[in-house]
Nanobody, 126 residues
Framework: QVQLVESGGGLVQPGGSLRLSCAASGTIFSIYAMGWYRQAPGKRRELVALITSGGVPTYADSVEGRFTLSSATIAGDNAKTLVVLQMNSLKPEDTAVYYC???????????????WGQGTQVTVSS
């Protein structure tokens, strides 16, 4: 079983900052990619930022230069992989439900599996 736990989000004024965190734990052979998508009312879910096993994040053009995605691994009995999305200079058009996305690989070049978090609301409004 794989668990994704999201935290962060909330209401912020335009120009403000927020930080979203997502922790992945459970039976994970290896992580292929991890990051964030968002979905605004009436719109399709879109990529915000994603980091692959190569370690270089990819950003949507609309957030490039304002958002930063970082990752870290916590070893030990309660091992977890974290991704943190630092969102600066937020705009009203950033308002959406943000979803953590995780793609894992299986042993023996088996299929990849994708998992989604429950979503966290980000509202940018004065």
């Amino acid at each position: 079983q794989v668990q994704l736990v999201e935290s962060g989000g909330g209401l912020v004024q335009p120009g403000g900052s927020l930080r979203l965190s997502c922790a992945a734990s459970g039976t994970i052979f290896s992580i292929y990619a991890m990051g964030w998508y968002r979905q605004a009312p009436g719109k399709r879910r879109e990529l915000v930022a994603l980091i692959t096993s190569g370690g270089v994040p990819t950003y949507a053009d609309s957030v490039e230069g304002r958002f930063t995605l970082s990752s870290a691994t916590i070893a030990g009995d309660n091992a977890k992989t974290l991704v943190v999305l630092q969102m600066n200079s937020l705009k009203p058009e950033d308002t959406a439900v943000y979803y953590c996305d995780l793609i894992v690989e299986t042993a023996g070049l088996g299929p990849r599996y994708e998992y989604w978090g429950q979503g966290t609301q980000v509202t940018v409004s004065s």
